[in-house]
């Protein structure tokens, strides 16, 4: 199975950035549906963005601008980097992986929910 395992959040005041990295352990197939998913107290868990072994990326309406998703395939490792942050934007953070044979269509963050997990990274906005 895939172990994901996150790193790079932190408490960091409004307006400043963050690189979130996701570091991808036990591929076993030649490509994979991969992306973000933040989850704050009390709320339920969104897709932030995803990206695809062809590197497309998917973001919703709020991140475009301000986050961008991309990846290392050498280094088996997916970022998000975070610029002008806002309170709102505190959450823990998951990444998630998907092989691209159990795709159904489009790689993105409705595809991946049935995916493999990590355990998340905290990312506090004050």
């Known amino acids: 199975q895939v172990q994901l395992v996150e790193s790079g959040g932190g408490s960091v005041q409004a307006g400043e950035s963050l690189r979130l990295s996701c570091a991808a352990f036990?591929?076993?197939?030649?490509?994979?549906?991969m992306g973000w998913f933040r989850q704050a107290p009390g709320k339920e868990r969104e897709g932030v963005a995803a990206i695809d072994s062809d590197g497309r990326a998917i973001y919703i309406d709020s991140m475009k601008g301000r986050f961008t998703i991309s990846q290392d395939n050498a280094k088996n490792t997916l970022y998000l980097q975070m610029n002008s942050l806002k309170p709102e934007d505190t959450a823990m953070y998951h990444c998630?992986?998907?092989?691209?044979?159990?795709?159904?269509?489009?790689?993105?963050?409705?595809?991946?929910?049935?995916?493999?997990w990590g355990q998340g990274t905290q990312v506090t906005v004050s």
């Open positions: 998630a992986a998907r092989p691209t044979y159990l795709l159904r269509g489009r790689c993105d963050s409705d595809s991946l929910r049935a995916g493999f």
């Open positions: 036990g591929y076993t197939f030649s490509s994979y549906c």
